[in-house]
């Protein structure tokens, strides 16, 4: 059997601007801490959900490249991943909680459309015990905030293997 040899010629791959993490190591790790923190308690599907969304609202391609990885491998269907970025769109593929949780993390990681509208809030609550929904804030607000150090620094996508900082 001929194999052939693929020959496609990708753009270059760019560099990140800076390490961060070797700059400011204690934020590094208070940044893991409080990602630990914040994600006790989800069901770590709707997490992986919630970390794509938000990595795809911050066009954080790092960020998109390790959770997609992390919620292949913890068995999330490539069809329910693909149609995340047209959720709305295609709201049965998601369970009511899930649509929830999606529809709050476009308001918290968009909130200059607007603050968190009153009714998303509401629909949210409707899903989740206020704990759990304290939670899903934490969670939400922590993938923002990672968006947004990969994003500066323009962390290069491609190399992350699932559960490589678990």
């Not at 010629?9 to 993490?21: F, G, S, V």
């Not at 070797?22 to 990602?35: G, I, N």
């Not at 994600?39 to 969304?53: A, H, N, S, W, Y």
Request: hydrophobic residues 40%; negative net charge; proline residues 4%.
């Amino acid at each position: 059997m001929e194999t052939t040899e693929n020959t496609t010629e990708y753009a270059p791959e760019h560099p990140a601007r800076l390490t961060w993490t070797q700059h400011v190591p204690e934020v590094y790790k208070a940044m893991v801490r409080l990602d630990a923190a914040a994600r006790k308690g989800i069901d770590p599907t709707l997490l992986e959900l919630v970390k794509i969304r938000a990595s795809q609202l911050n066009h954080c391609a790092y960020c998109l490249d390790m959770h997609t990885k992390d919620a292949l491998a913890a068995g999330e269907s490539v069809e329910r991943i693909v149609q995340l970025s047209a959720w709305d769109e295609s709201r049965h593929f998601y369970t009511e909680k899930e649509l929830a949780a999606l529809e709050l993390t476009e308001a918290v990681t968009v909130i200059t459309d607007g603050f968190v509208p009153d009714d998303v809030y509401e629909r949210a609550a409707k899903q989740f015990e206020e704990a759990e929904l304290a939670q899903l804030i934490a969670a939400i607000t922590v993938i923002n905030a990672w968006n947004r150090f990969a994003v500066t620094t323009r962390m290069v996508p491609g190399h992350y293997t699932p559960g490589q900082y678990k």
